[in-house]
């Protein structure tokens, strides 16, 4: 343990774990990390490495023998069924049927909506009634033939804290400087903040935001692979994740039919994932949902709902951003649906920059202590319901007169969310107020700038937004793309970039020595390297003429090794895909290593995968090219990288061609520069 580790568990014994712990744990299970480091608190509590290890053995048996998959239910409910009782960690919730005047839990994993339970158990614990928790759950088998259930809760405890004590978590966060409560908190995500910039630790920081400021619009729009939906779906007990596709008022909102309040009024964030792909249902829920943003109210019919649930919205974003923020045409909305007018994007808070942060990798994961994810999640639930820092920043900042209205809203909020996180202690100094400040400035600017780009006139042309420092000179505050094209210096302090690790050699680098191929030239066509250009373009539905030899083929020219990243190489026609391009390959003449990382949804599918690919492994050695492939279940980017400096990605990697289901006849079933295509983006650039 370093000086940090050591003074955080005394000041906080029991409440923190070793996170390296969870990233052993969490890379062979697909169980969310507030339940594994339960179970990690539980048997791993000690320093002693022989009991770490027994205590890890311990959480993986209890995982194994317990925590219930949802393909495995069938067997789970007959494991009951042959011992009478057993014990399973499951997400369980409780509802009131008004026909049967009774209450009936239901277990998501273990796939029952019919569980008897005695009501000490939900008035023990409100949220059972309100949207359900994860439990350690022992479920018993009714034997008699007359009732109309199959199975009865014996016994339940919450995996989350009975109780938490806001007043000495304050007195002891109290005895750590601003710069080290922030490293505390990034650890405990997960995150290593050596290894990250200023700017960095309060992007990721301002992800949490929304855990702690009720009513908070957020939204952040980058790159797959950057961890923006993990915060929201392992992080908390309190936060939802809707992941991409429709969606209607009822649920949202409320059922009218059901006289009930929809997800808005049980849990702290309700969060969007893949918001691109979001498809409303009824003309109502766009309506209501800008009521909500704008005020944490909204009426359906006769009733009038107030609820305090912040909304997050996440997705990608495929262009360039210099190239968005260059164009006269499209922004840095571009990737949001129709739905989301200017009155919905006018209610956004802040918008984070997701471009800046860089891919999930080992190098910004910790080995240090961190707060149990429950516990921590525990303190930004409690500030989110029972504190207010909205009276205190409004009385300290002086904002320019550009900042007015919903503008000015937005930026209190977020500095009033920064305060929450790392100063629920006491105040900030003078120069850590104007950090978040200025933060909080550029967050509202890049919303204000994109809407002033849609309409562009007076309605939102106040987009120099600024404030009054301490020595009453007004400061102005841009954001760092667009400022960018009006000023060749940047701020180097507030660049979102990973500091290097120097004389580092990544684990997995190898030589590759160089190899007389025998393969035979293909014909691709010609370009000379000082012609080839950089391409950003969308293939439309039903385009032809995007043959891999044309497509890449060009750029593949020379290239010795090639780097490929797609964690959808895994049915038939895609590892046909694959092997399409590997032929490309061998055909050039040139390449003499190709290294594929790919992804899987279980154990077995790899090993039908692993089978395919060794073949193929054995038929390219004979065209002296070797290839290597390896499974990552964090997977997401899809791209080719080449040697000679060129990267390709394709937002359907290599699946960018339509099947064809007739009889194997036809234009298109052997030419591919013939077969139509699915839409797709193609961003091909060289390295920098």
């Known amino acids: 343990?370093?000086?940090?580790?050591?003074?955080?568990?005394?000041?906080?014994?029991?409440?923190?774990?070793?996170?390296?712990?969870?990233?052993?744990?969490?890379?062979?299970?697909?169980?969310?990390?507030?339940?594994?480091?339960?179970?990690?608190?539980?048997?791993?509590?000690?320093?002693?490495?022989?009991?770490?290890?027994?205590?890890?053995?311990?959480?993986?048996?209890?995982?194994?023998?317990?925590?219930?998959?949802?393909?495995?239910?069938?067997?789970?409910?007959?494991?009951?069924?042959?011992?009478?009782?057993?014990?399973?960690?499951?997400?369980?919730?409780?509802?009131?049927?008004?026909?049967?005047?009774?209450?009936?839990?239901?277990?998501?994993?273990?796939?029952?909506?019919?569980?008897?339970?005695?009501?000490?158990?939900?008035?023990?614990?409100?949220?059972?009634?309100?949207?359900?928790?994860?439990?350690?759950?022992?479920?018993?088998?009714?034997?008699?033939?007359?009732?109309?259930?199959?199975?009865?809760?014996?016994?339940?405890?919450?995996?989350?804290?009975?109780?938490?004590?806001?007043?000495?978590?304050?007195?002891?966060?109290?005895?750590?400087?601003?710069?080290?409560?922030?490293?505390?908190?990034?650890?405990?995500?997960?995150?290593?903040?050596?290894?990250?910039?200023?700017?960095?630790?309060?992007?990721?920081?301002?992800?949490?935001?929304?855990?702690?400021?009720?009513?908070?619009?957020?939204?952040?729009?980058?790159?797959?692979?950057?961890?923006?939906?993990?915060?929201?779906?392992?992080?908390?007990?309190?936060?939802?994740?809707?992941?991409?596709?429709?969606?209607?008022?009822?649920?949202?909102?409320?059922?009218?039919?059901?006289?009930?309040?929809?997800?808005?009024?049980?849990?702290?964030?309700?969060?969007?994932?893949?918001?691109?792909?979001?498809?409303?249902?009824?003309?109502?829920?766009?309506?209501?949902?800008?009521?909500?943003?704008?005020?944490?109210?909204?009426?359906?019919?006769?009733?009038?709902?107030?609820?305090?649930?912040?909304?997050?919205?996440?997705?990608?974003?495929?262009?360039s951003i210099d190239a968005l923020v260059r164009s006269s045409e499209d922004d840095l909305f571009k990737p949001l649906p129709e739905a989301f007018d200017l009155a919905v994007l006018h209610r956004f808070h802040s918008y984070l920059p997701g471009w800046e942060i860089p891919p999930c990798s080992s190098d910004l994961l910790t080995t240090r202590y961190g707060f149990i994810t429950d516990y921590l999640a525990e303190a930004l639930h409690y500030m989110a319901k029972q504190t207010n820092r909205y009276a205190y920043v409004k009385g300290k900042a002086k904002l320019g007169p550009a900042v007015r209205g919903r503008d000015e809203t937005a930026v209190i909020k977020t500095v009033a969310g920064f305060l929450k996180i790392l100063h629920p202690h006491g105040e900030p100094s003078v120069e850590n107020f104007n950090e978040y400040l200025e933060y909080a400035l550029e967050g509202r600017r890049r919303v204000k700038e994109q809407l002033n780009k849609r309409k562009p006139d007076d309605e939102f042309a106040a987009i120099e937004f600024s404030y009054f420092g301490a020595d009453q000179m007004e400061k102005v505050v841009f954001c760092q793309e667009s400022k960018a094209l009006n000023s060749i210096e940047a701020d180097q302090e507030f660049r979102g970039k990973v500091v290097p690790k120097p004389d580092i050699v990544p684990a997995d680098a190898d030589i590759v020595q160089p190899v007389i191929s025998t393969a035979a030239s293909v014909t691709v066509p010609k370009a000379e390297e000082s012609e080839l250009k950089e391409r950003h373009f969308t293939i439309h539905y039903g385009d032809t003429g995007y043959s891999y030899e044309k497509l890449i083929g060009p750029y593949m020219a020379g290239a010795k090794v090639i780097e490929v990243e797609d964690p959808f190489i895994r049915i038939p026609h895609q590892i046909a895909n694959f092997t399409r391009f590997c032929e490309l390959a061998v055909k050039l003449g040139t390449v003499e290593n190709i290294r594929l990382k790919t992804g899987a949804d279980d154990p077995g599918q790899e090993v039908e995968i692993s089978e395919k690919l060794d073949a193929l492994v054995d038929d390219l050695k004979q065209h002296d090219v070797t290839l290597s492939f390896m499974f990552d279940e964090h997977l997401h980017d899809r791209q080719i990288r080449l040697d000679s400096g060129w990267t390709i990605k394709i937002g359907r990697g290599f699946d960018i061609y339509q099947r064809i289901d007739r009889p194997r006849s036809g234009l298109g079933m052997n030419d591919f520069d013939l077969r139509p295509c699915l839409e797709t983006t193609v961003d091909i650039f060289r390295a920098k």
């Open 1 to 319: 343990m370093d000086e940090l580790d050591q003074r955080l568990n005394r000041a906080f014994s029991g409440c923190v774990v070793r996170k390296d712990l969870l990233h052993q744990i969490k890379k062979g299970t697909n169980v969310p990390s507030f339940v594994l480091e339960f179970l990690l608190a539980k048997f791993c509590a000690t320093d002693d490495p022989d009991e770490i290890q027994a205590g890890i053995a311990a959480v993986l048996e209890t995982i194994q023998q317990n925590y219930v998959r949802p393909d495995e239910s069938n067997r789970a409910q007959s494991l009951v069924q042959q011992k009478g009782s057993h014990k399973f960690i499951d997400k369980i919730h409780v509802s009131y049927v008004e026909k049967e005047k009774r209450h009936w839990a239901a277990m998501e994993n273990f796939n029952s909506r019919r569980i008897a339970i005695n009501e000490k158990f939900y008035r023990e614990n409100d949220r059972l009634l309100e949207g359900g928790i994860w439990a350690e759950v022992t479920l018993g088998y009714n034997e008699t033939e007359e009732d109309d259930y199959a199975f009865f809760v014996e016994d339940l405890r919450p995996i989350q804290l009975s109780r938490f004590e806001f007043q000495k978590f304050c007195e002891n966060a109290g005895q750590f400087g601003r710069d080290e409560w922030l490293d505390i908190i990034l650890r405990s995500v997960g995150l290593e903040p050596a290894n990250l910039s200023t700017r960095l630790k309060f992007h990721f920081l301002a992800r949490l935001i929304p855990f702690v400021e009720a009513n908070y619009n957020f939204i952040e729009l980058g790159p797959r692979g950057t961890g923006k939906s993990y915060v929201f779906s392992e992080f908390s007990p309190y936060v939802t994740l809707i992941s991409g596709g429709q969606t209607s008022t009822s649920v949202l909102f409320y059922n009218n039919q059901r006289r009930r309040v929809g997800i808005i009024g049980f849990w702290d964030v309700v969060a969007f994932d893949e918001v691109a792909g979001i498809r409303v249902k009824d003309r109502d829920t766009i309506q209501i949902m800008k009521d909500y943003m704008a005020n944490g109210r909204f009426s359906r019919g006769p009733a009038e709902v107030i609820a305090n649930a912040s909304l997050a919205f996440v997705g990608n974003i495929d262009d």
